[in-house]
């Protein structure tokens, strides 16, 4: 139960990490990688590592998302077309 | 083609890593282990083991981290901070 | 950031959870000793109450509040905090952090070994670090991202 927990939650991350990558909106982007950053907190409480849980939750899934979203409203929004030529 | 020979050896070089990774959980030397287990309630006379080892044990590293966060936060705030007189 | 606030019921409920996540933050760096958590842990969540605070007001209203001159000094001070503790170790003690609390009246109830629920009265010299990791950090990361704010605000 427990390795199909952990199995679950690696396969949960990667995809929020692609989503984060393939999306043109950079604002649900952030909120994916947000995404990413609750369950890495989840992953470390499930691999008994509770104080590294906290600090992700409050750092990684907070904070960052916080200055990426001041970030984008300062910025623009959409991700430009032609980026992706090369 | 220089960069393909690269690539080959330095993927190589990481799966053999890879391969000879210490198994996950298992440890082979407890000494320090058993030391701290056994003695950290009654030398810091703290319950959260963890704590008694980032705090007390290996306060230094502690303190060389506040450095990086003070070095880091000063940094933002000199590049950032709003001229006074404006 | 500059453009205002928020609508009204996000600056409402910011403000409605903003005491309880800061509550929270004490309790969460006040128990390092007993519980998971410490002065970073409880220094990041207490940093994201003030983060809320300004993603819904704008970072203007948090300036006249907080402004980024006072939280570095926060900061710096929980970092004298934190070297002074150290200091007095070196004179009190035999080196530097060593934890010259324990078996003193404050701060320096040694459990019984095994597992406890303990007390807040333990501890030693590490309640007075995590408080003084709680506050740099508190001060520090709310001060860093008051700064982009403002900064951010200043272009348009």
């Known amino acids: 139960m427990f390795e199909i927990g952990l199995i679950l939650l690696s396969i949960f991350m990667v995809a929020t990490a692609i989503?984060?990558?393939?999306?043109?909106?950079?604002l649900a982007s952030t909120i994916s990688l947000a995404a990413m950053s609750l369950l890495l907190s989840l992953?470390?409480?499930?691999?008994?590592?509770?104080?590294?849980?906290?600090?992700?939750a409050g750092v990684g899934a907070c904070i960052t998302t916080a200055l990426l979203v001041i970030t984008i409203k300062n910025t623009e929004r959409m991700e430009e077309e032609g980026g992706e030529e090369e | 083609m220089k960069k393909?020979?690269?690539?080959?050896?330095?993927a190589a070089f990481l799966f053999?890593?890879?391969?000879?990774i210490h198994p996950?959980?298992?440890?082979?030397?407890?000494r320090m282990d058993d030391y701290i287990i056994e003695n950290a309630q009654n030398e810091t006379a703290a319950n959260n083991v963890v704590t008694s080892v980032v705090f007390d044990y290996r306060g230094y590293d502690t303190l060389g981290e506040a450095t990086v966060l003070f070095t880091a936060i000063a940094g933002a705030l000199v590049v950032l901070r709003r001229v006074k007189n404006e | 950031m500059s453009e205002e606030r928020m609508s009204v019921i996000v600056t409402t409920i910011a403000s409605l959870l903003f005491p309880f996540i800061f509550i929270f933050s004490f309790y969460v760096i006040m128990h390092g000793h007993l519980t998971p958590g410490g002065g970073f842990q409880g220094g990041a969540i207490g940093a994201s109450a003030i983060v809320m605070l300004i993603v819904a007001y704008g970072a203007r209203e948090v300036y006249k509040k907080a402004s980024d001159e006072k939280l570095s000094i926060f900061e710096s001070v929980g970092g004298l905090l934190f070297v002074l503790v150290g200091i007095l170790g070196f004179i009190l003690a035999a080196s530097f952090l060593s934890n010259f609390l324990v078996g003193e009246p404050i701060f320096g109830n040694i459990p019984p070994f095994g597992s406890n629920p303990g007390e807040l009265n333990?501890?030693?010299i590490l309640p007075l670090l995590n408080?003084?990791?709680?506050?740099?950090?508190?001060g520090g990361l709310a001060s860093v991202v008051l700064?982009?704010?403002?900064a951010g605000g200043e272009k348009k």
Request: overall charge negative.
């Open chain 1, 43 to 56: 992953y470390f409480y499930m691999l008994h590592a509770p104080d590294v849980a906290i600090a992700e």
């Open chain 1, 19 to 26: 989503i984060a990558v393939w999306f043109k909106d950079l």
């Open chain 3, 131 to 138: 408080i003084a990791v709680g506050m740099k950090v508190i």
């Open chain 3, 122 to 124: 333990s501890g030693g």
């Open chain 2, 4 to 10: 393909a020979i690269i690539f080959v050896v330095f």
């Open chain 2, 24 to 30: 996950f959980g298992e440890l082979d030397d407890s």
């Open chain 3, 147 to 150: 700064i982009m704010a403002l």
């Open chain 2, 16 to 20: 053999f890593a890879a391969y000879e």
